[in-house]
């Protein structure tokens, strides 16, 4: 069974914090979903080179040079 995000992180279960928190873990967790989906279905001569495009979708979500974690605003430039 799965787990809210709001639950996991400590928030009111029912308040509007947790709500707009499982909202945007849902949107972010969506929108990666699909761009590693798109990632796989472009034409690859090889699986290791569909995995490599599957690799920097999750880069440019979770890596910026020295910070452990991408800056969320630098999404939406």
Partial sequence: M???????MGLTPGSYEAYCFDQAAWYLGTTITEELNKAGQKRQKGEAQVEMA?????????????????????LFK
């Fill in 2 to 8: 799965a787990t809210q995000p709001s639950l996991m």
């Fill in 54 to 74: 599957r690799q920097r979708v999750l880069n440019k979500y979770f890596e910026s040079g020295s910070q452990k974690f991408a800056d969320p605003a630098a």
